[in-house]
């Protein structure tokens, strides 16, 4: 026999000890090492050695792969070398915002007064405001104002401004690129008296002309952003060395620490504050200390291919991702997409009060950008999320022959629940996506012993509605019930005529399953026991997954829901906001 026999090693394994037991099953095989004594320190040695180097180099090549691509890449400095090309710029921080009512002033307020916020430990922030607000004739002034641990104003950059390259560097992580100011004073150092003028940031995509224009671009590094100057004029116009000057203001953030301060003073100038009074409209909130690696996944290539328009559902994502923090916060779906179907209109749902003023702000801010960039017959409208409570109850079985005693189960069942607890459970997601299948292969990671199907998921809907009003939910989502057999929709209410009911789902053998059908209205008696009544309140779809209860109700009766999907995934869409959370992780 050949001494190297035409046998290698399982390449599917990768991980340690299979690697090793791999290794070790190969050179047994082998006609010169087959009486060796593999368990021998030596030879155990010498596949523990290419055991780990094996393992090792299949993990470096696996992550240096992933890095290769958006969708997997995990590393900042790889994602800001795959989104360059596209035009997109990845932020820093983001300053913690508040808005506030202002009374009682004697002038008006400044770029960059500053106020003190306190948290509930105590701890002292400062926050600005970015721009001047005149005073009105109304009594209060509505003013936002960002934090900042720092705040630097008219720095002067031009000795650090490379003229060659038309760009220079600024090294600050904590950098809130939103609050970045660029003042070029035009033939400063000779002129000093030449009047300071704002050049602003230039659309990365192409779309405005640029040409003899005062703008700049952005450049993402690690440290640091560069700003970079156009070095011809069809970029727009470059500075001229020994000649112009250059200044910057910016706030430099402390992130999400300075997040819910309700309890704000004014600090200075002192000399616009009369008998000041300061009313909180809307806490101090969206402050990151990372941008959303998700969000930027998501939008970068869609905002590169959409071209500033907005023609499909995810042009517009990518066009209005920018006004929140990650995608969880906002929705977008067509008219087409509801039921019934109103064409020509677009959807997009937040966490937005109209009544709020910030709020309602920026709802309009939204609507016009997407009025401004979709078609002429498409209508943008917004409707405000739906929270839709949904449980999951997970069942498992152990593969092994030694019995576990009941404090082992217990420890297991309380460290599943942990893990979907801590990846999976949400206290109010939309465009939120729960999938067994993903679930199991992380689990299984954990116990090797773990045996779980999806058919081990039961996801439910679970909630008392008590808005008066008609009832429509659409839960995209295939609704199980079984046939020929009364499965009760509602729990217990009162009609309109005070009268206690419930609603009730029967499938006949021929019912098209993708079609509605009609609710059994059932009647309460004095004995406790329900009859069937001709009265129609609402009607299924059971494949689609909507519900609509017609509003034949007495006053603030509540509404109790019941439902059961049938499979075990479940998808978010359209206005819905899902809170999901696992119920019960039992062992069978």
């Given at each position: 026999?050949?001494?190297?026999?035409?046998?290698?090693?399982?390449?599917?394994?990768?991980?340690?000890?299979?690697?090793?037991?791999?290794?070790?099953?190969?050179?047994?095989?082998?006609?010169?090492?087959?009486?060796?004594?593999?368990?021998?320190?030596?030879?155990?040695?010498?596949?523990?050695v290419?055991?780990?180097?094996?393992?090792?180099?299949?993990?470096?090549s696996?992550?240096v792969?992933?890095?290769?691509?958006?969708?997997?890449?995990?590393?900042?400095?790889?994602?800001?070398?795959?989104?360059?090309?596209l035009?997109?710029?990845?932020?820093?921080?983001?300053?913690?915002?508040?808005?506030?009512n202002?009374?009682?002033?004697?002038n008006?307020?400044?770029?960059?007064?500053?106020?003190?916020?306190?948290?509930?430990?105590?701890?002292?922030?400062?926050?600005?405001?970015?721009k001047?607000?005149?005073?009105?004739?109304?009594?209060a002034?509505?003013?936002?104002?960002?934090?900042a641990?720092?705040?630097?104003?008219?720095?002067d950059?031009t000795?650090k401004f490379?003229?060659?390259?038309q760009?220079?560097?600024?090294e600050?992580?904590?950098?809130?690129?939103?609050?970045?100011?660029?003042?070029?004073?035009?033939?400063?150092?000779?002129?000093?008296?030449?009047?300071l003028?704002?050049?602003?940031l230039?659309?990365?995509?192409?779309?405005v002309?640029t040409?003899?224009?005062?703008?700049?671009?952005?450049?993402?590094?690690?440290?640091?952003?560069?700003?970079?100057?156009?070095?011809?004029?069809?970029?727009?116009?470059?500075?001229?060395i020994?000649?112009?000057?250059?200044?910057?203001?910016?706030?430099?953030?402390?992130?999400?620490i300075?997040?819910?301060?309700?309890?704000?003073?004014?600090?200075?100038?002192?000399?616009?504050?009369?008998?000041?009074?300061?009313?909180?409209?809307?806490?101090?909130?969206?402050g990151?200390?990372?941008?959303?690696?998700?969000?930027?996944k998501?939008?970068?290539?869609r905002?590169?291919?959409?071209?500033?328009?907005?023609v499909?559902?995810?042009?517009?994502?990518?066009?209005?991702?920018p006004?929140?923090n990650?995608?969880?916060?906002?929705?977008?779906?067509?008219?087409?997409?509801i039921?019934?179907?109103?064409?020509?209109?677009?959807?997009?749902?937040?966490?937005?009060?109209?009544?709020?003023?910030?709020?309602?702000?920026?709802?309009?801010?939204?609507?016009?950008?997407?009025?401004?960039?979709?078609?002429?017959?498409?209508?943008?409208?917004?409707?405000?999320g739906?929270?839709?409570?949904?449980?999951?109850?997970?069942?498992?079985?152990?593969?092994?022959?030694?019995?576990?005693?009941q404090?082992?189960?217990?420890?297991?069942?309380?460290?599943?629940?942990?893990?979907l607890n801590?990846?999976?459970?949400?206290?109010?997601?939309?465009?939120?996506?729960?999938?067994?299948?993903?679930v199991?292969?992380?689990?299984?990671?954990?116990y090797?012993?773990?045996?779980?199907?999806?058919?081990?998921?039961?996801?439910?809907?679970?909630?008392?509605?008590?808005e008066?009003?008609?009832?429509?939910?659409?839960?995209?989502?295939?609704?199980?019930?079984?046939?020929?057999?009364?499965?009760?929709?509602t729990g217990?209410?009162?009609?309109?005529?005070?009268?206690?009911?419930?609603?009730?789902a029967?499938?006949?053998?021929?019912?098209?399953?993708f079609?509605?059908?009609?609710l059994?209205?059932?009647?309460?008696?004095?004995?406790?026991?329900?009859?069937?009544?001709?009265?129609?309140?609402?009607?299924?779809?059971?494949?689609?997954?909507?519900?609509?209860?017609?509003?034949?109700?007495?006053?603030?009766?509540?509404?109790p829901i019941?439902?059961?999907?049938?499979?075990?995934?479940f998808?978010?869409?359209l206005?819905?906001k899902?809170?999901f959370?696992?119920?019960t992780v039992?062992?069978?």
């Amino acid at each position: 026999m050949s001494a190297y026999p035409n046998q290698t090693p399982n390449l599917g394994n990768l991980n340690f000890d299979d690697i090793k037991d791999s290794l070790k099953t190969y050179l047994k095989n082998q006609d010169n090492l087959k009486d060796f004594n593999f368990e021998g320190s030596v030879l155990q040695t010498l596949l523990n050695v290419l055991a780990y180097n094996t393992y090792y180099y299949a993990f470096y090549s696996n992550m240096v792969a992933n890095e290769v691509f958006l969708d997997s890449a995990q590393r900042i400095d790889s994602i800001i070398s795959l989104v360059k090309p596209l035009g997109y710029f990845i932020p820093f921080k983001t300053s913690s915002k508040a808005t506030l009512n202002v009374y009682g002033l004697v002038n008006d307020i400044p770029e960059y007064a500053q106020f003190r916020g306190i948290d509930s430990d105590g701890l002292s922030f400062y926050f600005y405001t970015i721009k001047s607000y005149q005073q009105s004739d109304s009594d209060a002034l509505n003013v936002e104002i960002y934090e900042a641990k720092n705040l630097y104003k008219d720095v002067d950059v031009t000795g650090k401004f490379d003229f060659t390259k038309q760009r220079f560097f600024v090294e600050d992580t904590n950098i809130d690129v939103n609050t970045l100011k660029v003042k070029v004073r035009l033939d400063g150092i000779n002129r000093p008296g030449n009047p300071l003028d704002a050049w602003i940031l230039a659309d990365t995509l192409g779309n405005v002309d640029t040409t003899n224009q005062n703008v700049y671009y952005l450049e993402r590094a690690n440290n640091g952003l560069y700003v970079i100057f156009g070095k011809d004029n069809a970029l727009g116009n470059k500075l001229t060395i020994d000649s112009d000057q250059i200044f910057i203001d910016y706030l430099s953030t402390s992130g999400s620490i300075a997040n819910d301060i309700i309890q704000f003073s004014f600090v200075s100038p002192a000399n616009i504050a009369g008998n000041l009074n300061i009313e909180l409209v809307e806490k101090s909130m969206g402050g990151l200390d990372s941008p959303d690696l998700d969000l930027i996944k998501f939008v970068a290539p869609r905002s590169f291919s959409a071209q500033n328009r907005a023609v499909t559902k995810d042009d517009i994502k990518a066009l209005i991702a920018p006004f929140f923090n990650s995608l969880n916060e906002f929705s977008v779906y067509g008219g087409e997409e509801i039921y019934p179907q109103m064409y020509g209109r677009v959807f997009f749902a937040a966490d937005l009060d109209p009544n709020n003023p910030a709020d309602l702000q920026k709802i309009q801010k939204i609507y016009n950008l997407i009025k401004n960039k979709c078609m002429v017959t498409l209508t943008p409208e917004y409707t405000k999320g739906k929270t839709l409570p949904v449980k999951s109850a997970v069942s498992f079985k152990l593969n092994s022959t030694r019995q576990y005693t009941q404090q082992e189960l217990q420890q297991i069942r309380n460290d599943i629940k942990n893990v979907l607890n801590t990846n999976y459970d949400t206290t109010g997601s939309y465009n939120y996506s729960f999938i067994s299948d993903d679930v199991i292969s992380n689990l299984k990671l954990r116990y090797k012993d773990l045996i779980i199907d999806p058919s081990d998921f039961i996801i439910t809907y679970n909630e008392t509605i008590y808005e008066n009003g008609p009832i429509n939910i659409n839960f995209e989502n295939e609704i199980d019930i079984p046939y020929f057999t009364n499965y009760d929709i509602t729990g217990e209410y009162q009609n309109s005529l005070n009268q206690t009911i419930k609603l009730v789902a029967y499938i006949p053998l021929s019912q098209n399953l993708f079609n509605f059908v009609n609710l059994r209205t059932y009647l309460k008696q004095d004995d406790e026991t329900f009859i069937l009544s001709p009265i129609v309140n609402g009607r299924i779809n059971i494949k689609k997954g909507i519900l609509e209860i017609y509003d034949d109700r007495f006053l603030d009766s509540p509404v109790p829901i019941n439902i059961k999907f049938k499979n075990s995934y479940f998808t978010s869409i359209l206005n819905n906001k899902i809170k999901f959370t696992t119920d019960t992780v039992e062992y069978r």
